[in-house]
């Protein structure tokens, strides 16, 4: 598709558990985005990859949280352990320069709503 | 640390109205504004941006407005419509290599018919 697809939509997961959420950005795109975003608030910053370079982990809320991005294209965000508080939409997003300010915008996907029970 | 908020969490307006939404921001060093608008259910979706070295910035029925002096940023929509019915963030940063942005924590606006 044209936009950044993100799966599963939803996902219901039992506290402990682990789970996995894919994100496929524009084609082309160097830099990718996760954030997160509980009910009611804005949007957190998780991690960055931008291109080539090591990526920017800084917004990880604890060793639980992992992303990756394989050939440059796909990212795969994993939470080992799920918690409670992990219950939120994860936002993926991508843009086509790693310097935000260069390429204009982010394109966003529609998110992965998780709830942990 | 630095933040980006918003003064107010929520903003009714009546249709045909012009809706007028605040942004504060604390990273004196940032150069870069964007807004974006959140449908329900949707992922956040670019509005208009603005660069440090305007002021002013108008789009299709929008127009963002950036005061540096006391690090105010707004979003004016003209004849706000049903359609703009949304939670409208405003998002922050400083252009150059390893740039991210950082939203505020958004408002919503409400339309009413």
């Known amino acids: 598709g044209a936009g950044v697809s993100q799966s599963p939509s939803n996902k219901v997961t039992e506290k402990g558990k682990d789970v996995e959420l894919r994100c496929d950005p524009i084609?082309?795109?160097?830099?990718l985005y996760w954030y997160r975003q509980s009910l009611g608030q804005g949007l957190e910053f998780l991690i960055y990859?931008?291109?080539?370079?090591?990526?920017?982990k800084s917004g990880l809320p604890s060793d639980r949280f992992s992303a990756e991005r394989t050939g440059g294209s796909v990212s795969t965000l994993t939470i080992q352990r799920t918690q409670q508080e992990d219950s939120a939409v994860y936002l993926c997003?991508?843009?086509?320069?790693?310097?935000?300010?260069?390429?204009?915008?982010?394109?966003f996907g529609e998110g992965s709503r998780l709830t942990v029970l | 640390g630095e933040s980006v908020g918003l003064h107010l969490p929520t903003l009714s307006v009546q249709e045909g109205d012009n809706s007028i939404i605040n942004c504060a921001y604390s990273?004196?060093?940032?150069?870069?504004f964007i807004w974006y608008k959140q449908e329900s259910g949707k992922g956040p979706q670019f509005i208009i941006d603005?660069?440090?070295?305007?002021d002013k910035r108008q789009g299709q029925r929008v127009t963002v407005l950036l005061n540096k002096t006391v690090k105010h940023l707004s979003l004016q929509i003209a004849a706000t419509q049903p359609g703009d019915s949304a939670v409208y963030f405003c998002?922050?940063?400083?252009?150059?290599?390893?740039?991210?942005?950082?939203f505020g924590k958004g408002i919503t606006l409400s339309v009413r018919p």
């Open positions: 997003a991508s843009s086509l320069e790693v310097a935000v300010g260069l390429a204009g915008e982010l394109f």
């Open positions: 084609s082309g795109h160097t830099a």
């Open positions: 990859f931008q291109g080539n370079s090591a990526p920017d």
């Open positions: 990273n004196s060093a940032s150069d870069y």
């Open positions: 603005i660069r440090s070295n305007m």
């Open positions: 998002a922050e940063t400083r252009t150059g290599a390893n740039s991210k942005l950082t």
